[in-house]
Antibody, heavy 122, light 107 residues
């Protein structure tokens, strides 16, 4: 079955760029949207953005100026870069498959990675 | 942005009780609403999409209803393994948003 796995540094210094990769295994990255979501410790979920396998994307306006999501279909991976991080960016970062109407019966996030904690600290 | 307000924020019920969580949207979202269950230290798990369609493999004691601006998630008979935080999410328009969550415990 399709599985997602996040990878990247668990500690990032303030003002630097957070970089994470999500590897999709057991299936193709094609024909789907892929998303990043984060969850600060003890808090709720925040959608960061998504990318289609062809490269078109959409970001949360609250983070848009600092976010870049890219896709590498040859590696079955998609990535997140978040620049100029502060302590407020400390969170568990999840990657997820965004199922949309046309490929799936409706719109939803049906597959999630286990999440990776990224701490912003000097 | 579409705001989602969940109530209550916390609830505690006995095993076998019927539990209902409400999610209200700040504007109409048709039926573009999903519900997720998140257990401590785990990723969210999709329970319901399209406001009322049960995801494959999810126990039938979970059900969803509503459209427009008011939605409910019901657990017909609460089980110990249902202890978790539940989130609603709207997928009607960007930015996609989540409710604040409802933490469910067992007495």
């Amino acid at each position: 079955q399709v599985q997602l796995q996040e990878s990247g540094p668990g500690l990032v210094k303030p003002s630097e760029t957070l970089s994470l990769t999500c590897t999709v295994s057991g299936g193709s990255i094609s024909n789907y949207y892929w998303s990043w979501i984060r969850q600060p410790p003890g808090k709720g979920l925040e959608w960061i953005g998504y990318i289609y396998y062809s490269g078109s994307n959409n970001y949360n306006p609250s983070l848009k100026s600092r976010v870049t999501i890219s896709v590498d279909t040859s590696k079955n991976q998609f990535s997140l870069k978040l620049s100029s991080v502060t302590a407020a960016d400390t969170a568990v970062y999840y990657c997820a498959r965004y199922c949309t109407n046309g490929v799936c019966p409706n719109w939803y996030f049906d597959l999630w990675g286990r999440g990776t904690l990224v701490t912003v600290s000097s | 942005d579409i705001q989602l307000t969940q109530s209550p924020s916390f609830l505690s019920a006995s095993v076998g009780d019927r539990v209902t969580i409400t999610c209200r949207a700040s504007q109409g979202i048709s039926s573009y609403l999903a519900w997720y269950q998140q257990k401590p230290g785990k990723a969210p798990k999709l329970l319901i999409y399209g406001a009322s369609t049960l995801q494959s493999g999810v126990p039938s004691r979970f059900s969803g209803s509503g459209s427009g601006t008011e939605f409910t998630l019901t657990v017909s008979s609460l089980q110990p393994e249902d202890v978790a935080t539940y989130y609603c999410q709207q997928l009607n328009s960007n930015p996609l948003t989540f409710g604040g969550g409802t933490k469910v415990g067992v007495k």
